[in-house]
């Protein structure tokens, strides 16, 4: 089952705790209150002030030239990769990473663009002896190697920075260029204490998304060289991807901005503490990544378990019998975290 399906009889509407993934947020009072009063134009013509403004704040925190505004992740990958390689050119990335596994073949079904997946390391980066060995040689036989993209966070891990520029040093002494599918890249920085151009500025480009941990309705943010985003403007288009006023939408991407990139630190302090009482119990083998815990239970009971927290509102994905991915965001305060807490004691007493 995938782990964006839904626990199955559970109603959505009486959820208290919803640890399916951090894109479950919802806007609150506030962002509504911005959103609703955003001024709007037409974004298509370059025309709306809270669009062009996100794409100022982003462009500046990310130490870049210019920044695109997408309506989804998804998107704003694919545009990169649009813009970065050409019909029968290759892309170097992570067998497991987003742009491979989860975003449907997009790249290779619409672009024409090959991927050479390598196995993802433990600290979630890729080795650089094997993105050496992938890097095809010029001729004819073989794909142009164009790119080299790379995750961060990836499954909550923090790629180290000394990680991060190993890979882009052998992918830069052969030519290509480096992306940055940066997702969770604030989850990253705070974990890292660092800012975000620090780990942006390594890469010729980067999609940040807004809809998960900081909370927006929808949205991300390619950034990258000012000629490079314009090139992604007319690919945008073209894929469907140009709003109009689409204010109301920026309007909560600024906001997510302002207000919820600190309080990130908030929920990588609840999955620690998660990850504490899982091991405590002594019930399975845990995980634990900034925002995500991963819980392996020994009884291998992911159904009974997820039917168990269900018929309490709390919602986790538990299809399969591997391990199940928990993830804290912003919607789950002290009394839903408290509930599971006992839920969870309770289950395994």
Known sequence: M????????????DVICDLRSDTVTRP????????????????????????????????????????????????????????HCGRGEEIITGRDYHIYKYEAGGASALGGIVMD???????????????????????????????????????????????????????????????????????AAIALGCDLADIAGRFDTVSICLSKGLGAPVGSVLVGPEAFIAKARRWRKMVGGGMR?????????????????????????????????????????????????FFSPEAQDNAALGQRLAAQGIVISAGGSGAIRMVLHKDIGDDAFALLQSALKSHYA
């Open 28 to 83: 609150d009072a506030g962002m509504r209150a911005v959103m609703a009063a955003a001024e709007v134009g037409d974004d298509v013509y370059g025309e709306d002030p809270a669009v062009n403004q996100l794409e100022r704040s982003l462009a500046e925190r990310s130490g870049m030239e210019a920044a695109l505004f997408l309506p989804t992740g998804t998107q704003s990958n694919f545009v990169a990769l649009l813009s």
């Open 245 to 293: 006023q689409a204010g109301v939408l920026a309007a909560a991407g600024l906001y997510a901005l302002e207000h919820n990139v600190a309080r990130l630190a908030e929920d990588h302090a609840r999955a620690t503490e998660l990850a504490e009482t899982l091991r405590g119990l002594g019930a399975g083998a845990v995980e634990q990544n900034t925002n995500m815990v």
């Open 2 to 13: 995938s782990q964006y399906a839904q626990t199955p009889g559970t109603n959505i509407a």
């Open 117 to 187: 997946p390598l196995a993802v390391a433990p600290d979630g980066g890729l080795r650089p002896e094997e993105i050496a060995a992938a890097i095809k040689d010029d001729d004819s036989h073989h794909p142009i190697s164009r790119l080299l993209s790379m995750e961060n966070t990836h499954n909550g891990k923090v790629v180290p920075l000394a990680r991060l520029d190993q890979c882009i040093s052998v992918a830069r002494s052969a030519g290509l260029s480096a992306h940055l599918d940066g997702a969770r890249v604030f989850n």
